[in-house]
């Protein structure tokens, strides 16, 4: 007689999978909840006390850590010396384990959760188990995923045994459930005991949302993964109310707009064209916004993500829909808008209802290189009003301030080399990406000139991503009559910047804060 061992946290499906295995002469054995569901759905079942002739104790700790069951599992079948071991120490062999771990991410993931709560959630017989079962893969079926069960007993219905090849396969699924386990619980431990830092080996995990059609181009295969926890304000946490599959530059590009759209307060809207801002506003309403935003740019938001941090009404749908749009983000959208933009069928709508949450301090930016990843700290932070330094002649207005803030936003999201040129918080002119910072100056007031002319350039305000290194990009200023800059500072040619300022009456303020986007 085969014999199952069936010891599962998730219960999906079990009751079923067990009865098919009973139907087709297997022992069942199991233990704790589980052995008592299967008992009341009138399953035979043999108690696991009953294998290892020694009593369940330490609150459950220590159940199936005994000889009797691993011996069971990991005995080579075509071993003479295991079986005859086996036989001598009166121990049968098991033929398929079926367990889930303890609900560790689960358990994490509740509000207000504590130490000893998650530590009481570490399972240790049941990864001991998998381990062993998927070691022994050609004698034992191990199954971790209740989606595996039709497939199971749809082959021991066919064949009468589980082939070769699943037993293989299934056995990766375990050691890919383990290193997903260890990692969890690897992670919390580490923010729990305070240890700041990169440590000497990382081991990260996410799970997936969705494969993609492609990836960045139609010959590269594409995922999309997500962080265990992190979801509040996150793209993954977005719901699609409209529209055909998202693709993997539909989530790139989408996901630069939200990050974008995070460092304003009051109604914005962003838009945005491969990763990079486009055109981008504040206003009273987010009708208003949409149309500032829209007038930035209307050639550059064709085929473009829209994200706006304030519903979409009926009025911003009417005008979104003049134009094709790929995506609109926004916490919310009117029945009205749904209506009215579902009309074009290419369009996704993604609703993210805590679109405003930025990520939180200590969040990882990882880069893939050649043979490795870079990781560091997510770029969250801004300078702040006390950090600001006044260092030419003039001092900036209050509204010129505030565009200089409105501005240095969103350089922040701009491809380096990049420059972003504002005015009464709108953009006037982008300029991403640029091997050369006077490229991307003028790229930013060409921009802006031939969008809006000549006087939507003139009495604007300028912010860098870093420091000028020579005063050209002050001089392309004064020729088109930007009046004031804004600039982390430190460059050791810094004087020769402020004394261009002061020659043109641009003032100039230092914030100390690089951002870089490479």
Known sequence: ??????????????????????????????????????????????????????????????????????????????????????KNLGIDTIDMVVVNLYPFKQTILKEGVTRHEAIENIDI????????????????????????????IAELKETGDIRPETKFRLSAKVFMHTAHYDSLIANYMMKESGIEGFPDTISLTYEKVQDMRYGENPHQKAAFYKEIGLSKGMLTNAVQLHGKELSFNNINDTNGALELLKEYDEPTVVACKHANPCGVASADTIHEAYVKAYTSDPVSIFGGIIAANREIDKETAEEISKIFLEIVIAPSFSKEAVEIISKKKNIRLLELKDISPKQPDGSLDLKKVSGGILIQEADVKLFDDKDIKVVTEKAPTPQEMEDLKFAFKMVKHTKSNGIAIAKNKRSIGIGPGQVNRIWACQQAIDHGINSLGENAVKGSCLASDAFFPFPDCIEECAKAGITAVVTPGGSVNDQLSIDACNKHGIAMIFVGMRHFKH
């Not at 108690?47 to 080579?76: M, Q, W, Y």
């Not at 998998?130 to 595996?148: E, H, L, S």
């Open 1 to 86: 007689m085969k014999r199952a061992l069936l010891s599962v946290s998730d219960k999906t499906g079990i009751i079923g999978f067990a009865k098919e295995l009973a139907s087709m002469g297997w022992e069942i054995i199991s233990t704790g909840g589980t052995h008592k569901a299967l008992e009341e759905a009138g399953i035979k079942v043999t108690g696991i006390s009953n294998v290892t002739h020694f009593p369940e104790c330490l609150d459950g700790r220590v159940k199936t850590l005994h000889p009797a069951i691993h011996a069971g599992v990991l005995a080579v079948r075509d071993n003479k010396e295991h079986m005859e071991q086996l």
């Open 125 to 152: 017989g049941g990864p001991t188990m998998i381990r062993a079962a998927a070691k022994n893969f050609q004698d034992v079926a191990v199954i971790v995923d209740p989606a595996d069960y039709s497939e199971i």
